[in-house]
């Protein structure tokens, strides 16, 4: 039935009239089944309301917004239940366009203070702090801070997907590594799941230990000097 005074229409399923129209100008109309059709033929929004308060509005430029409580949670979304396995959320676009999420405290720059970006002509995922973007993790699966190319010529810190770290600074130590408490190793080398050596400290002296009881030194791939447990020789007398 339809309240043509107050423009409120009020449906009983099954939908037995194929169509009703408003003194607004709106059209509710029966598809297949017991579909329901509401179209406006202007540019006017429609407004959904919950005991005179609107609770969704959709514009016309096919846009959505929720006021108040969504699934009774004071304003949170909530996706799927308890009882399912897999509640999936998924993002569209083109092939040659992008997916942003947007976390903002205000309007303008500060409406995506963080994002999250994933660009579908390169294949990369992008996160942003401050408004300015600080990781991606590339098509190739390496993870970047503080760059945007894996090269080692990029200042910033790379772990490859082959494996490898990369660490470059432009003027000062790529490197920092800090041991707490006790005196020992700071740094251990292995060789196929065995270690080899290691870097570390007595009181405030560096120790340099190989496991195999020889520290070889050499320049341009060629061994030069040597230390055993009991001496320190040129390879070459």
């Not at 107050?6 to 297949?32: C, D, H, L, M, R």
């Not at 660009?119 to 098509?139: K, L, N, Q, V």
Request: cysteine-free.
């Amino acid at each position: 039935s339809v309240n043509r005074s107050t423009n409120v229409a009020t449906f009983i399923a099954p939908v037995i009239s194929p169509s009703f129209v408003s003194t607004a100008g709106g059209t509710f109309t029966t598809a297949s089944g017991n579909d329901l059709n509401i179209v406006y033929p202007d540019s006017r929004s429609l407004f959904f309301k919950e005991a005179g308060t609107t609770t969704l509005t959709l514009d016309n430029a096919q846009g959505a917004t929720f006021t108040g409580a969504i699934n009774n949670n004071a304003g949170s979304i909530v996706i799927g239940t308890t009882s399912l396995s897999q509640p999936i959320l998924q993002f569209m676009s083109a092939t040659s366009g992008a997916n942003t999420i947007h976390f903002g405290d205000g309007s303008g720059a500060n409406a995506y203070r963080g994002y999250i970006n994933y660009s579908h002509s390169t294949d990369r995922m992008e996160f942003a702090t401050s408004g300015a973007e600080r990781m991606r993790i590339d098509s190739s699966g390496n993870v970047l801070v503080g760059k945007t190319s894996s090269a080692l010529s990029a200042a910033g810190i790379a772990l490859m997907s082959n494996d490898q770290v990369r660490v470059t600074t432009s003027g000062d130590n790529p490197l920092e590594l800090n041991r707490l408490s006790n005196d020992g190793d700071i740094i251990r080398f292995y060789k196929a799941n065995t270690q080899v050596g290691s870097i570390g400290n007595v009181s405030n002296n560096l120790e340099v230990n190989s496991q195999g009881g020889t520290l070889k030194i050499s320049t341009i791939g060629t061994e030069r000097y040597g230390f055993d447990v009991e001496q320190f020789y040129p390879a070459v007398d």
